[in-house]
């Protein structure tokens, strides 16, 4: 079985501000590969996705540069702007660089888009659209309120392979459910997208597997293990856990299926999503 994390981050404040950091003091640092690593040979990672932070070009080449070096990771979800009219040609530079095989996806901060119907803009969707033709995914970013653009998004580009980050953010409590659940039951209608089961422990309070269970149970129901993916969000899980409590949630939230289908959640579902080869 390969275990992959599927989203984790890396930065370094030397090189470049994450300003979104400047409220958050347990994440007003740099965190880098070398730290990360005893974490995935602790728990036996075989590969990780690392995933952009910020909309910068600079950033994107840096992380191609280290999967040329790190053998951890294997794959690089980074950045360019969606409205770009030359994003094809941009495209096509970023995977010519050195570690450009490893460029499987890109991803916008929706969320920080104050539209909620952001998704939908045509010139976003042809951006969207030119990722898909150039063979990559499209990690999809998004507050609850744009959920339901997204969902017409993925519905209107079905040759475009997508994935929801953090099970698009919902907001865990008391009333919160009935919305999200039928939001992610529309998406799943749709077989050119998947989910990740990540970024939802900072969204709890004091009992993360009570709280989050009927939702990794949701997603179970509608998605599926073949098209649900393990990510840890590190180091934004450090808000809320560590690396280790992480993954021991996942796995507890995943403890009825198959072993098959534990194989999925934790490994093939982001090696078939992403393209991700046997690890040496």
């Known amino acids: 079985m390969v275990r992959i994390d599927a989203h984790h981050h890396l930065w ?10 400047r409220d958050l003091p347990a994440l007003r640092r740099s965190f880098t590969a070398a730290e990360l690593r005893p974490a ?23 992380l191609l540069a280290l999967a040329t070096e790190d053998p951890h990771v294997r794959a690089v979800v980074g950045w360019t702007s969606l409205t770009d009219p030359g994003i094809t040609d941009r495209l096509a530079e970023l995977c010519e660089r050195p570690g450009g095989s490893a460029l499987v996806g890109i991803r916008h901060g929706i969320q920080d ?3 909620p119907d952001w998704a939908a803009r045509p010139e976003v969707r042809r951006g969207i659209e030119a990722v898909g033709a150039a063979g990559l995914v499209y990690d999809l970013l998004i507050r609850p ?4 653009a997204a969902v017409r998004t993925v519905r209107a580009l079905p040759d475009v392979r997508f994935v929801l980050d953090h099970a698009g953010n ?16 529309e998406l799943a209608d749709s077989p050119n997208v998947a989910v990740k089961l990540s970024g939802l422990v900072t969204r709890t309070a004091d009992a993360p597997a009570d709280e989050l269970r009927p939702y990794t149970d949701l997603l179970l129901a509608v998605i599926g293990p073949d098209r649900l993916m393990y990510g840890s969000d590190w180091p934004v899980c450090l808000l809320a856990a ?15 299926l198959s072993t098959e289908e534990r194989e999925a959640v934790f490994g093939t579902t982001a090696a078939r999503w992403y393209g991700i080869g046997p690890t040496a």
């Open 12 to 21: 370094d404040l030397a090189v470049r501000d994450q300003p979104w950091t």
């Open 40 to 62: 995935l040979d602790r728990n036996a990672i075989d590969a990780t996705v690392v995933v952009q932070t910020i909309a910068v070009p600079e950033e994107t080449p840096e």
């Open 113 to 115: 888009e104050a539209d």
């Open 145 to 148: 309120d744009q959920l339901a």
């Open 170 to 185: 919902p907001v865990v409590g008391a009333g919160e459910l009935e919305a999200w659940s039928k939001l992610l039951t």
């Open 242 to 256: 560590g690396y280790d409590d992480v993954l021991t949630l996942a796995e507890t939230l995943t403890g009825p």
